[in-house]
């Protein structure tokens, strides 16, 4: 799975969630925790990257049973099972913003 769990309103310095409970219940839960701004767009498309880049090293490394459509990842109508190489950086490990398990 690929899931990330995302706060919003990093910008402002009263939040109803503070980023250490944001963090901490994402590593209770074994997720990514990222905060994001709306209004600047710190970390928006970041979010998405990270979410596409761990979806498709899934799919290289075989998590998910292409066959199966309940798993979300459906092939165009007139295409065929292939790899191809999909061009999204990487994101570093130490990266502003991002905590993980």
Same mark, same amino acid.
């Given at each position: 799975? %690929?899931?990330? #769990?995302?706060?919003?309103?990093?910008? #402002?310095?009263?939040? $109803?969630?503070? %980023? $250490?409970? +944001?963090?901490? *219940? =994402?590593?209770?839960?074994?997720?990514? *925790?990222? &905060?994001?701004? %709306?209004?600047? =767009? /710190?970390?928006? &498309? &970041? %979010? *998405?990257?990270?979410? =596409?880049? /761990?979806?498709?090293?899934?799919?290289? $490394? @075989?998590?998910? @049973?292409?066959?199966? &459509?309940?798993?979300?990842?459906?092939? +165009? !109508?007139?295409?065929?099972?292939?790899?191809?190489?999909? @061009?999204? !950086?990487?994101? !570093?490990?130490?990266?502003? +913003? *991002?905590?993980?398990?």
């Amino acid at each position: 799975m %690929a899931i990330i #769990l995302v706060g919003n309103k990093c910008d #402002l310095e009263r939040r $109803e969630v503070s %980023a $250490e409970e +944001g963090a901490q *219940f =994402a590593r209770q839960n074994g997720l990514i *925790f990222l &905060e994001t701004s %709306a209004k600047t =767009a /710190k970390n928006v &498309e &970041e %979010a *998405f990257l990270y979410t =596409a880049r /761990k979806i498709y090293d899934n799919i290289l $490394e @075989d998590v998910y @049973d292409l066959s199966n &459509e309940s798993y979300g990842i459906k092939y +165009g !109508p007139n295409s065929q099972y292939s790899r191809v190489k999909l @061009d999204i !950086p990487s994101m !570093p490990e130490s990266r502003s +913003g *991002f905590s993980c398990c």
